[in-house]
């Protein structure tokens, strides 16, 4: 059984940082790219990051740009989203996701992802 798990949400004050971990089990993910999205209340789900199954290429929403960094780790089978420089509007609940890799995906929608992680909290106070 495959299964994404997220950790590292929380309740943070405005300009602090978290690092949200999701960690893959039950198959590998070398050949998966890796994507974070979110979803705050009444919203639709937004994508916020994804990273190639190399590790060599990353891309962000405009919003994200410079505050938050996507990593992953294969020997762990974990990716990683650290957030810096966080403001209120980044609270929402954030999901990771893995899409095998072909090139008639673009990664910055959701439908192009197979696996996704129940989801973590962060809430950023003002």
């Known amino acids: 059984q495959v299964q994404l798990v997220e950790s590292g949400g929380g309740l943070v004050q405005a300009g602090g940082s978290l690092r949200l971990s999701c960690t893959a089990s039950g198959r590998t993910f070398s050949g998966y790219h890796m994507g974070w999205f979110r979803q705050a209340p009444g919203k639709e789900r937004e994508f916020v990051a994804r990273i190639s199954w190399s590790g060599i290429s990353t891309y962000y929403v405009d919003s994200v740009k410079g505050r938050f960094t996507i990593s992953r780790d294969g020997t762990k089978n974990t990716v990683y989203l650290q957030m810096n420089s966080l403001k209120p509007e980044d609270t929402a609940v954030y999901y990771c996701?893995?899409?095998?890799?072909?090139?008639?995906?673009?990664?910055?929608?959701?439908?192009?992802?197979?696996?996704w992680g129940q989801g973590t909290q962060v809430t950023v106070s003002s």
């Open positions: 996701a893995a899409g095998l890799s072909t090139l008639s995906r673009d990664f910055r929608r959701a439908q192009d992802y197979d696996y």
